[in-house]
Protein backbone atom coordinates (compact mmCIF):
# COMPACT_ATOMS: atom_id res chain seq x y z
CA UNK A 1 0.00 0.00 0.00
CA UNK A 2 1.04 3.21 -0.69
CA UNK A 3 1.90 5.85 1.47
CA UNK A 4 0.20 9.17 1.80
CA UNK A 5 1.96 11.61 0.70
CA UNK A 6 3.60 9.27 -2.33
CA UNK A 7 4.07 12.01 -5.43
CA UNK A 8 4.04 14.99 -2.85
CA UNK A 9 7.48 17.32 -3.72
CA UNK A 10 8.21 19.43 -0.94
CA UNK A 11 11.06 22.14 -1.14
CA UNK A 12 12.92 21.97 2.47
CA UNK A 13 14.94 25.04 3.67
CA UNK A 14 14.74 24.05 7.13
CA UNK A 15 17.57 24.25 9.37
CA UNK A 16 18.46 22.78 12.75
CA UNK A 17 15.75 20.98 14.46
CA UNK A 18 12.39 22.41 13.71
CA UNK A 19 11.81 22.24 9.76
CA UNK A 20 13.63 19.45 9.65
CA UNK A 21 11.80 17.57 11.44
CA UNK A 22 8.43 18.89 9.82
CA UNK A 23 10.04 17.49 6.67
CA UNK A 24 11.64 14.66 8.13
CA UNK A 25 8.01 13.21 9.26
CA UNK A 26 6.84 14.53 5.30
CA UNK A 27 9.06 12.02 4.14
CA UNK A 28 8.52 8.99 6.51
CA UNK A 29 5.22 9.69 5.17
CA UNK A 30 6.33 9.31 1.46
CA UNK A 31 6.88 12.98 0.42
CA UNK A 32 9.86 13.61 -2.00
CA UNK A 33 11.92 16.09 -0.04
CA UNK A 34 14.44 17.81 -1.70
CA UNK A 35 16.94 19.72 0.82
CA UNK A 36 18.15 23.21 -0.39
CA UNK A 37 21.14 24.17 1.40
CA UNK A 38 24.10 26.96 1.46
CA UNK A 39 27.17 25.61 -0.98
CA UNK A 40 29.91 23.93 0.18
CA UNK A 41 28.78 24.43 4.43
CA UNK A 42 25.10 23.70 3.91
CA UNK A 43 22.84 24.31 6.90
CA UNK A 44 23.83 25.44 10.11
CA UNK A 45 23.48 21.85 12.02
CA UNK A 46 26.42 20.64 10.11
CA UNK A 47 28.72 22.97 11.09
CA UNK A 48 28.52 21.10 14.54
CA UNK A 49 31.05 17.95 13.39
CA UNK A 50 34.15 18.27 12.03
CA UNK A 51 33.43 15.86 9.25
CA UNK A 52 29.93 17.82 8.24
CA UNK A 53 27.78 15.29 9.67
CA UNK A 54 26.93 14.90 13.06
CA UNK A 55 24.08 12.53 14.69
CA UNK A 56 21.27 14.81 14.86
CA UNK A 57 21.42 16.03 11.45
CA UNK A 58 21.63 12.05 10.01
CA UNK A 59 18.62 11.56 12.29
CA UNK A 60 16.74 14.10 10.67
CA UNK A 61 17.50 14.40 6.91
CA UNK A 62 17.64 10.83 5.57
CA UNK A 63 15.22 9.84 2.88
CA UNK A 64 15.68 13.45 1.88
CA UNK A 65 17.79 14.51 -1.50
CA UNK A 66 19.68 17.64 -1.30
CA UNK A 67 20.44 20.62 -3.67
CA UNK A 68 22.92 23.33 -2.77
CA UNK A 69 21.94 26.94 -3.72
CA UNK A 70 23.33 29.98 -2.97
CA UNK A 71 20.36 32.43 -2.53
CA UNK A 72 22.38 35.57 -1.86
CA UNK A 73 23.26 34.86 -5.76
CA UNK A 74 20.37 36.10 -8.30
CA UNK A 75 21.11 33.02 -10.57
CA UNK A 76 20.35 31.37 -6.88
CA UNK A 77 17.40 32.47 -6.38
CA UNK A 78 15.89 32.20 -9.78
CA UNK A 79 16.70 28.45 -9.47
CA UNK A 80 14.73 28.24 -6.82
CA UNK A 81 11.46 29.79 -8.18
CA UNK A 82 12.21 27.31 -10.91
CA UNK A 83 12.13 24.61 -8.03
CA UNK A 84 9.34 25.82 -6.59
CA UNK A 85 7.05 26.16 -9.74
CA UNK A 86 7.29 22.21 -9.61
CA UNK A 87 6.53 21.97 -5.99
CA UNK A 88 3.46 21.68 -3.99
CA UNK A 89 5.21 22.77 -0.78
CA UNK A 90 8.07 24.67 0.72
CA UNK A 91 9.23 24.08 4.05
CA UNK A 92 12.08 27.00 6.04
CA UNK A 93 12.34 28.19 9.71
CA UNK A 94 14.28 31.11 8.85
CA UNK A 95 13.95 34.37 10.82
CA UNK A 96 11.18 36.22 9.78
CA UNK A 97 12.06 38.58 6.34
CA UNK A 98 15.08 36.61 5.74
CA UNK A 99 13.85 35.28 2.50
CA UNK A 100 12.58 38.33 1.44
CA UNK A 101 14.73 40.46 1.25
CA UNK A 102 17.18 37.50 -0.91
CA UNK A 103 13.99 38.36 -3.50
CA UNK A 104 12.59 34.44 -2.88
CA UNK A 105 10.06 34.98 0.22
CA UNK A 106 6.19 33.97 -0.05
CA UNK A 107 4.75 36.64 -2.44
CA UNK A 108 7.14 35.93 -4.60
CA UNK A 109 6.65 31.88 -4.72
CA UNK A 110 3.14 32.30 -4.78
CA UNK A 111 3.02 34.20 -7.97
CA UNK A 112 5.22 31.67 -9.44
CA UNK A 113 3.12 28.89 -8.15
CA UNK A 114 -0.03 29.61 -7.15
CA UNK A 115 -0.93 25.81 -5.86
CA UNK A 116 2.75 26.45 -3.36
CA UNK A 117 1.87 25.46 -0.16
CA UNK A 118 4.72 27.92 2.18
CA UNK A 119 4.92 26.27 5.79
CA UNK A 120 7.19 28.99 7.99
CA UNK A 121 8.33 28.34 11.91
CA UNK A 122 9.63 31.40 13.31
CA UNK A 123 10.65 32.10 16.90
CA UNK A 124 7.33 34.44 18.04
CA UNK A 125 5.93 34.97 14.47
CA UNK A 126 5.90 36.73 11.72
CA UNK A 127 3.82 39.39 13.41
CA UNK A 128 3.76 41.09 16.61
CA UNK A 129 6.21 43.74 18.43
CA UNK A 130 8.36 40.30 19.24
CA UNK A 131 8.82 39.09 15.77
CA UNK A 132 12.45 40.61 14.99
CA UNK A 133 14.12 38.85 18.21
CA UNK A 134 16.53 36.19 18.18
CA UNK A 135 15.04 32.66 19.05
CA UNK A 136 16.34 29.62 20.26
CA UNK A 137 15.10 26.33 21.80
CA UNK A 138 16.89 28.03 25.09
CA UNK A 139 15.71 31.59 24.94
CA UNK A 140 12.18 30.33 23.98
CA UNK A 141 11.83 27.70 26.75
CA UNK A 142 12.89 31.41 28.45
CA UNK A 143 10.76 33.44 27.24
CA UNK A 144 7.37 31.36 27.34
CA UNK A 145 7.63 30.65 30.93
CA UNK A 146 8.74 27.12 30.80
CA UNK A 147 11.75 27.36 32.53
CA UNK A 148 9.57 29.52 34.90
CA UNK A 149 7.87 26.45 36.62
CA UNK A 150 10.91 23.69 35.51
CA UNK A 151 12.57 22.46 38.88
CA UNK A 152 12.95 22.79 42.37
CA UNK A 153 11.62 26.17 44.30
CA UNK A 154 14.59 26.53 46.15
CA UNK A 155 16.77 26.54 42.91
CA UNK A 156 17.26 28.94 40.20
CA UNK A 157 15.35 27.86 37.12
CA UNK A 158 16.17 25.33 34.44
CA UNK A 159 15.73 24.60 31.11
CA UNK A 160 13.89 21.20 29.67
CA UNK A 161 16.67 18.90 28.91
CA UNK A 162 15.64 18.14 25.64
CA UNK A 163 14.96 20.75 22.68
CA UNK A 164 11.62 20.18 22.94
CA UNK A 165 10.30 23.76 21.54
CA UNK A 166 11.48 23.18 18.14
CA UNK A 167 9.97 20.13 17.64
CA UNK A 168 6.89 21.11 19.23
CA UNK A 169 6.90 24.11 16.35
CA UNK A 170 7.97 21.24 13.61
CA UNK A 171 5.14 19.06 14.52
CA UNK A 172 2.31 22.40 14.33
CA UNK A 173 4.22 22.88 11.09
CA UNK A 174 3.38 19.76 9.98
CA UNK A 175 -0.01 19.63 10.94
CA UNK A 176 -0.66 22.92 9.49
CA UNK A 177 0.85 22.23 6.01
CA UNK A 178 -1.54 19.03 5.55
CA UNK A 179 -4.45 21.55 6.75
CA UNK A 180 -3.43 23.66 3.63
CA UNK A 181 -2.79 20.43 1.74
CA UNK A 182 -6.29 19.32 2.30
CA UNK A 183 -7.82 22.69 1.46
CA UNK A 184 -5.79 22.81 -1.42
CA UNK A 185 -7.85 19.72 -2.62
CA UNK A 186 -11.17 21.92 -2.66
CA UNK A 187 -9.94 25.18 -3.73
CA UNK A 188 -6.92 24.77 -6.19
CA UNK A 189 -5.04 27.28 -4.10
CA UNK A 190 -2.45 27.12 -1.56
CA UNK A 191 -1.90 29.54 0.99
CA UNK A 192 1.35 30.77 3.81
CA UNK A 193 0.81 28.46 6.78
CA UNK A 194 3.29 30.03 9.89
CA UNK A 195 3.89 28.54 13.37
CA UNK A 196 5.65 30.52 16.41
CA UNK A 197 7.90 28.21 18.58
CA UNK A 198 6.59 30.26 21.50
CA UNK A 199 2.91 29.75 20.63
CA UNK A 200 3.16 26.15 20.11
CA UNK A 201 4.86 25.50 23.22
CA UNK A 202 2.60 26.97 25.19
CA UNK A 203 -0.05 24.49 25.31
CA UNK A 204 2.69 22.33 26.98
CA UNK A 205 2.02 24.57 30.19
CA UNK A 206 -1.63 23.85 30.83
CA UNK A 207 -1.15 22.18 34.39
CA UNK A 208 0.77 25.28 35.11
CA UNK A 209 -1.71 27.68 33.95
CA UNK A 210 -4.28 25.65 36.19
CA UNK A 211 -2.07 26.43 38.80
CA UNK A 212 -2.39 29.93 37.99
CA UNK A 213 -6.15 30.03 37.64
CA UNK A 214 -6.43 28.70 41.02
CA UNK A 215 -3.87 30.75 42.84
CA UNK A 216 -6.25 34.54 41.68
CA UNK A 217 -3.62 34.97 39.35
CA UNK A 218 0.11 34.69 40.77
CA UNK A 219 2.89 33.22 39.11
CA UNK A 220 2.61 29.18 39.46
CA UNK A 221 6.14 28.11 41.83
CA UNK A 222 8.62 25.63 40.34
CA UNK A 223 7.29 22.27 41.80
CA UNK A 224 9.83 20.12 41.32
CA UNK A 225 8.95 16.13 40.55
CA UNK A 226 5.73 17.35 41.96
CA UNK A 227 2.34 17.94 39.51
CA UNK A 228 2.60 21.64 38.02
CA UNK A 229 -0.13 23.15 39.37
CA UNK A 230 -0.25 20.37 42.47
CA UNK A 231 -3.50 18.73 41.48
CA UNK A 232 -2.52 15.47 41.68
CA UNK A 233 -0.66 13.39 44.43
CA UNK A 234 1.01 10.88 44.71
CA UNK A 235 3.09 12.40 41.43
CA UNK A 236 6.40 12.52 42.57
CA UNK A 237 10.02 10.18 41.78
CA UNK A 238 10.45 8.11 44.17
CA UNK A 239 14.00 6.00 45.21
CA UNK A 240 14.13 2.32 44.61
CA UNK A 241 17.28 0.26 45.59
CA UNK A 242 19.56 0.95 42.83
CA UNK A 243 17.85 3.85 40.71
CA UNK A 244 14.52 5.79 40.92
CA UNK A 245 10.64 5.60 39.71
CA UNK A 246 8.19 7.46 38.72
CA UNK A 247 4.72 7.52 40.48
CA UNK A 248 1.10 9.08 39.53
CA UNK A 249 -2.15 7.97 40.61
CA UNK A 250 -4.63 10.00 38.99
CA UNK A 251 -7.80 8.49 40.21
CA UNK A 252 -8.49 7.00 44.06
CA UNK A 253 -8.70 3.47 42.19
CA UNK A 254 -4.96 4.03 41.73
CA UNK A 255 -4.31 5.37 45.39
CA UNK A 256 -6.07 1.98 46.03
CA UNK A 257 -4.55 0.02 44.04
CA UNK A 258 -0.88 1.07 45.59
CA UNK A 259 -1.57 0.72 49.19
CA UNK A 260 -2.62 -2.82 48.18
CA UNK A 261 0.66 -3.23 46.50
CA UNK A 262 2.57 -1.58 49.61
CA UNK A 263 1.01 -4.47 51.90
CA UNK A 264 -1.05 -0.71 53.68
CA UNK A 265 -4.43 -1.32 52.13
CA UNK A 266 -5.26 0.65 55.85
CA UNK A 267 -3.70 4.20 53.77
CA UNK A 268 -6.71 4.22 51.40
CA UNK A 269 -8.90 5.11 54.11
CA UNK A 270 -6.81 7.54 56.08
CA UNK A 271 -8.72 10.33 56.62
CA UNK A 272 -4.78 12.69 55.48
CA UNK A 273 -5.26 10.12 51.97
CA UNK A 274 -8.48 9.94 51.49
CA UNK A 275 -9.01 11.63 48.46
CA UNK A 276 -6.80 13.93 46.28
CA UNK A 277 -7.38 16.92 47.95
CA UNK A 278 -5.94 15.65 51.35
CA UNK A 279 -3.68 13.72 49.40
CA UNK A 280 -2.32 17.24 47.88
CA UNK A 281 -2.93 19.09 51.51
CA UNK A 282 -0.45 16.31 52.90
CA UNK A 283 1.52 15.75 50.51
CA UNK A 284 5.25 15.36 52.22
CA UNK A 285 4.09 12.46 54.72
CA UNK A 286 2.42 10.90 51.41
CA UNK A 287 5.46 10.85 49.90
CA UNK A 288 7.26 9.79 53.17
CA UNK A 289 5.63 6.95 53.36
CA UNK A 290 6.07 5.92 49.72
CA UNK A 291 9.59 6.20 49.86
CA UNK A 292 10.02 4.28 52.81
CA UNK A 293 8.32 1.72 51.38
CA UNK A 294 10.08 2.31 47.60
CA UNK A 295 13.45 2.46 48.76
CA UNK A 296 14.04 -1.07 49.73
CA UNK A 297 13.03 -2.97 46.77
CA UNK A 298 15.24 -2.82 43.45
CA UNK A 299 13.74 -0.52 40.70
CA UNK A 300 12.38 -3.34 38.07
CA UNK A 301 11.16 -5.84 40.66
CA UNK A 302 9.63 -2.60 41.84
CA UNK A 303 8.17 -1.91 38.71
CA UNK A 304 6.95 -5.39 37.94
CA UNK A 305 4.93 -5.71 41.40
CA UNK A 306 3.37 -1.85 40.50
CA UNK A 307 2.81 -3.04 37.36
CA UNK A 308 0.82 -6.33 38.65
CA UNK A 309 -1.44 -4.31 41.05
CA UNK A 310 -2.40 -1.50 38.05
CA UNK A 311 -0.32 1.14 39.45
CA UNK A 312 0.71 3.87 37.01
CA UNK A 313 4.31 3.99 37.02
CA UNK A 314 7.74 3.80 35.01
CA UNK A 315 11.69 2.99 36.01
CA UNK A 316 13.65 6.42 35.17
CA UNK A 317 15.66 5.22 32.62
CA UNK A 318 18.55 6.44 30.88
CA UNK A 319 19.22 7.05 26.77
CA UNK A 320 21.61 4.04 27.17
CA UNK A 321 18.20 2.06 27.92
CA UNK A 322 15.79 3.71 26.01
CA UNK A 323 18.43 3.13 23.08
CA UNK A 324 18.32 -0.55 23.45
CA UNK A 325 14.49 -1.07 24.47
CA UNK A 326 13.21 -4.00 22.63
CA UNK A 327 9.80 -2.58 22.49
CA UNK A 328 10.91 0.26 20.66
CA UNK A 329 12.76 -1.68 17.82
CA UNK A 330 10.23 -4.25 17.89
CA UNK A 331 8.09 -1.25 16.76
CA UNK A 332 10.66 0.22 14.33
CA UNK A 333 10.39 3.66 16.43
CA UNK A 334 14.24 2.82 16.87
CA UNK A 335 16.75 0.57 14.49
CA UNK A 336 20.39 -0.32 14.34
CA UNK A 337 21.88 1.16 10.91
CA UNK A 338 25.50 1.34 9.49
CA UNK A 339 26.80 4.68 8.88
CA UNK A 340 30.21 5.31 6.53
CA UNK A 341 31.21 8.19 9.01
CA UNK A 342 29.58 7.50 12.08
CA UNK A 343 29.99 3.90 12.21
CA UNK A 344 26.87 1.76 13.87
CA UNK A 345 23.89 4.56 14.93
CA UNK A 346 20.33 4.64 15.88
CA UNK A 347 18.24 5.64 13.38
CA UNK A 348 14.57 7.04 14.35
CA UNK A 349 11.36 6.29 12.48
CA UNK A 350 8.34 8.31 12.59
CA UNK A 351 6.05 8.66 16.00
CA UNK A 352 3.01 8.58 13.31
CA UNK A 353 2.42 5.34 11.88
CA UNK A 354 -0.03 4.09 8.39
CA UNK A 355 -1.02 1.13 8.43
CA UNK A 356 -0.37 -1.60 6.03
CA UNK A 357 2.17 0.83 4.49
CA UNK A 358 4.89 0.69 6.85
CA UNK A 359 7.89 3.36 6.28
CA UNK A 360 9.71 4.03 2.88
CA UNK A 361 12.62 2.23 2.60
CA UNK A 362 15.92 4.22 4.48
CA UNK A 363 18.04 6.02 2.91
CA UNK A 364 21.46 7.98 4.30
CA UNK A 365 21.19 12.02 4.86
CA UNK A 366 22.55 13.36 2.14
CA UNK A 367 25.90 15.41 1.29
CA UNK A 368 26.32 19.07 0.70
CA UNK A 369 24.32 19.64 -2.94
CA UNK A 370 24.32 15.72 -3.85
CA UNK A 371 21.37 15.71 -5.97
CA UNK A 372 22.20 18.67 -7.93
CA UNK A 373 22.36 16.76 -10.84
CA UNK A 374 19.87 14.59 -10.57
CA UNK A 375 17.32 17.67 -9.36
CA UNK A 376 18.52 20.71 -11.17
CA UNK A 377 18.50 18.17 -14.39
CA UNK A 378 15.73 16.28 -13.80
CA UNK A 379 13.45 19.45 -12.71
CA UNK A 380 14.84 22.04 -14.78
CA UNK A 381 16.50 20.35 -17.41
CA UNK A 382 20.12 22.17 -16.75
CA UNK A 383 22.35 20.20 -18.48
CA UNK A 384 25.70 19.26 -16.90
CA UNK A 385 28.41 21.67 -18.33
CA UNK A 386 25.49 23.82 -17.07
CA UNK A 387 25.41 22.27 -13.52
CA UNK A 388 29.28 22.66 -13.69
CA UNK A 389 29.60 25.79 -14.41
CA UNK A 390 27.21 26.90 -11.77
CA UNK A 391 29.32 25.36 -9.51
CA UNK A 392 32.68 27.12 -10.30
CA UNK A 393 31.06 29.88 -9.43
CA UNK A 394 29.72 29.22 -6.60
CA UNK A 395 25.88 29.29 -7.25
CA UNK A 396 25.22 25.54 -6.47
Known amino acids: MALPLAGLLVID???????PYCTFLMAMAGADIVKVEPPRTGENLRGRSSHGEPLPFVLLNRNKRAVSLNLKDPRGRD??????????????????GVLDRLGCGWRVLQAANPRLVYGSSTGYG????????????LTVQAMSGVMSVTGF???????????????????????????ALYERERTGLGRLVEVSMLEATLPTLSSNLAAWHASGGKAPPRTGNHHGSLAEAPYNVYPAADGHIAVICVTDGHWHALCRAMGQPQLAGDPRFADRPARVTNIAVLDETISAWTSAWPRDALIAHLNAHAVPCAPVRDLVEVINDPHLHERGALAWTAHPKLGNIIRLGSAIRFDEAGEPPPTASPAVGEHNREVLGGWLGLSNSEIDALSREGVI
Not at 13 to 19: F, R
Not at 126 to 137: H, I, S
Open 13 to 19: LGQIYAG
Open 79 to 96: LLIALARRADVLVENFAP
Open 126 to 137: LTGPKRDLLAMD
Open 153 to 179: PEHPPVKAGPAFCDFAAGVHLFAGVLA
